[in-house]
């Protein structure tokens, strides 16, 4: 089973539409989770991380159900710069340090 | 701000030629990482270091090699190009493991 798992879509919407992705993870002592976005042909920006208690920001919020081990994000009112591909990522402690495993992406395509 | 600066952007290779991808950052952070992207696929680790001098193998390692002789260089080393080493490559920073990583522009490579 992959660490990080993810529905690679595409998800197509309208404009205006909410639009939630899901994401699982294996490793039940994975501590910390984030959102990046990444744009077609570009490098990979952190959209927001992933606390606990969930977070919100604007449009955007995630959370963390560590009982069933998913995160989510939930996009309102969705816009047309909002397509991209978004990547669940979740800290893995490898030995005695710490590195981000990504998963798959999924894909979102907002449409006029 | 420079942030994360990868050369080169574009490269092809013939098989068995080597080649160093360069990766520099300018925030002073400790933890270096290089990832390799393949087409419908998420970011896989080749490589980290998490301080001048220390570096450590990630999930694909096999055929590349790194140094961090400083705190802002960290390049990567492909010694004998195979065909399955065509992909996107990313370098990243951040200022600690499972803190935000910052990624440069990516290097496409092809191996042909």
């Known amino acids: 089973r992959k660490e990080v798992e993810q529905d690679p879509g595409p998800f197509n919407v309208p404009e205006g539409a909410t639009v939630a992705f899901n994401c699982t993870y294996s490793?039940?002592?994975?501590?910390?989770f984030f959102w990046y976005r990444q744009d077609c042909r570009k490098e990979p920006k952190l959209l927001m991380s992933v606390y606990s208690s969930g977070n919100e920001d604007g449009r955007f919020t995630a959370q963390l159900n560590r009982a069933s081990q998913y995160i989510s994000l939930l996009i309102r009112d969705s816009k047309l710069s909002d397509s991209a591909t978004y990547l669940c990522v979740g800290l893995n402690y490898g030995g005695s340090q710490g590195n981000l495993i990504f998963g798959k992406g999924t894909k979102l395509s907002v449409k006029p | 701000n420079a942030g994360v600066t990868q050369t080169p952007k574009f490269r092809i290779l013939k098989i068995g030629q080597s080649m160093t991808l360069q990766c520099t950052q300018d925030?002073?952070?400790?933890?270096m990482y290089w990832y390799r992207q393949d087409p419908g696929m998420g970011l896989k680790l080749i490589y980290y270091s998490v301080g001048a001098g220390i570096t450590d193998k990630g999930e694909v390692p096999n055929g590349y090699n790194v140094s961090r002789s400083t705190t802002e260089d960290f390049p990567l080393r492909l010694e004998l190009a195979a065909p399955s080493q065509t992909s996107v490559y990313f370098c990243?920073?951040?200022?600690?493991?499972?803190?935000?990583?910052?990624f440069g522009q990516g290097t496409r490579l092809t191996v042909v």
């Open positions: 990243a920073s951040s200022s600690q493991g499972g803190t935000e990583a910052f």
């Open positions: 925030m002073n952070h400790n933890y």
């Open positions: 490793n039940s002592a994975s501590q910390s």
